[in-house]
């Protein structure tokens, strides 16, 4: 049981959450997880870190500050991101859950975190 | 209703964490008492931040006060809680209404109309039509401006800015500002290429079919990234768009839309 345990479990028990993780910003390596669905962590967290450092740097070429929440939305799930320098939060979640709450929640997990 | 609002004044002494501030907020709102009806609402949402109710009771006290932009942002949020929340979409659009910004009241509105038809929303979309005189896409080809970079310029508020990138993170179309002016489009694209590939890739793997949108709040804006048309040039790309942080989240995605079938015309012309 890791320090990321409680809080990836809170996380996934949110309604259509299906897996969090708590991922290496800069390397993409899953530090802990929370899977419901039988997908490869290794490649969640490796594509869930390229987008998010790819949007860190464009913040940056705009000079628009750091990141916090971000979300990538597709016809039946979501993506959401939300991290710091060091580690970001990952969520997979299904197109109808509330992505409200769950920014809500990713935010709150992320100030457990830093 | 003085006695009611005597009744759940007490209630709401006896036990501060009560809903019943949400009918003393409404009748203290409808008798004008909107000071007093927005503390009351206020203190409410801070027992109850989840609660929509309490968010939609207090956009529309701020409505009645006329603060129209955090009464927006109340809606905003009740949607985001109970999304297709048909009460929400309409006050948004109320808003966009009174501010002058038809278009995206009479997005809003054919929103709620999808949601929940009903005749009171037809009315809606009736008189802000009679208002514009142009719906939303109805641009012609030859009113397109000539200068690329300008393409977006006329359907984006003073806050927010748009453009265009090929596969190869290029500028096909439209400027990116930053905070001091300087036009920062081919640095954004270059550090935004590879995106579109990469979104493909984990919603494949994710098995949760084609990517829509790809979202990302900053401290200075809130960014929106959307596939760009699959044709021509644009194949493969991305469409940016970039609105102040204090843009709701749920505005984004038509304003999205709207650069998106813009550019759509804009690449008939250029085929």
Redesign the interface.
């Known amino acids: 049981m890791s320090d990321f345990t409680a809080v990836l479990d809170a996380l996934t028990r949110q309604r259509g959450v299906r897996g969090s993780l708590v991922v290496s910003a800069n390397d993409g390596i899953p530090v802990d997880s929370n899977l419901q669905f039988g997908q490869d962590g290794n490649r969640v967290a490796a594509l869930a870190a390229f987008l998010y450092r790819k949007a860190r740097k464009s913040a940056q070429a705009a000079g628009l500050g750091g990141i916090g929440f971000m979300q990538l939305e597709a016809e039946s799930g979501r993506l959401c991101i939300i991290g710091g320098d060091e580690i970001i939060l990952v969520v997979v979640a299904e197109r109808s859950a509330n992505v409200g709450l769950i920014r809500v929640e990713m935010l709150r997990a992320a100030e457990a975190l830093a | 209703m003085p006695d009611d609002v005597r009744l759940w004044s007490d209630e709401l002494a006896r036990d501060p964490s009560s809903l019943v501030f949400l009918p003393l907020a409404e009748s203290l709102r409808r008798q004008g008492q909107l000071d007093v009806a927005r503390k009351v609402a206020v203190r409410g949402l801070e027992r109850h931040p989840?609660n929509p109710d309490a968010h939609d009771q207090l956009a529309r006290i701020q409505a009645d006060r006329g603060d129209l932009q955090s009464a927006f942002d109340e809606w905003d949020?009740v949607?985001?809680?109970v999304?297709g929340h048909v009460g929400a979409i309409k006050g948004m659009a109320f808003v966009r209404f009174q501010q002058g910004r038809l278009d995206e009241a009479e997005k809003l509105l054919m929103q709620a109309q999808g949601t929940f038809d009903d005749i009171d929303i037809s009315a809606a979309i009736a008189t802000v039509r009679r208002s514009s005189g142009v719906t939303v896409g109805q641009v012609a080809a030859g009113d397109l401006p000539t200068d690329p970079h300008l393409l977006f310029a006329d359907i984006l508020a003073d806050d927010q800015t748009a453009i265009m990138l090929d596969k190869d993170g290029l500028v096909l179309a439209g400027a990116?500002y930053?905070?001091?002016g300087e036009d920062?489009a081919q640095?954004?694209g270059?550090?935004?290429s590879?995106?579109s590939d990469?979104?493909l890739?984990?919603?494949k793997?994710?098995?949760?079919?084609?990517?829509?949108?790809?979202?990302?709040?900053?401290?200075?804006?809130t960014?929106s990234l959307a596939p760009a048309p699959e044709r021509g040039a644009a194949a493969g790309g991305l469409m940016v768009v970039?609105a102040a942080p204090a843009t709701p989240l749920g505005q984004l995605r038509p304003l999205l839309d709207r650069c998106v079938s813009r550019a759509n015309v804009w690449l008939d012309l250029a085929v």
């Not at chain 2, 994710?206 to 979202?215: M, V």
């Open positions: 989840h949020m949607l985001r809680l999304p990116y930053s905070a001091n920062v640095e954004v270059a550090s935004l590879g995106v990469e979104a890739r984990a919603t793997h994710l098995g949760i079919g084609a990517w829509r949108s790809i979202l990302f709040e900053t401290e200075a804006a960014v970039a």
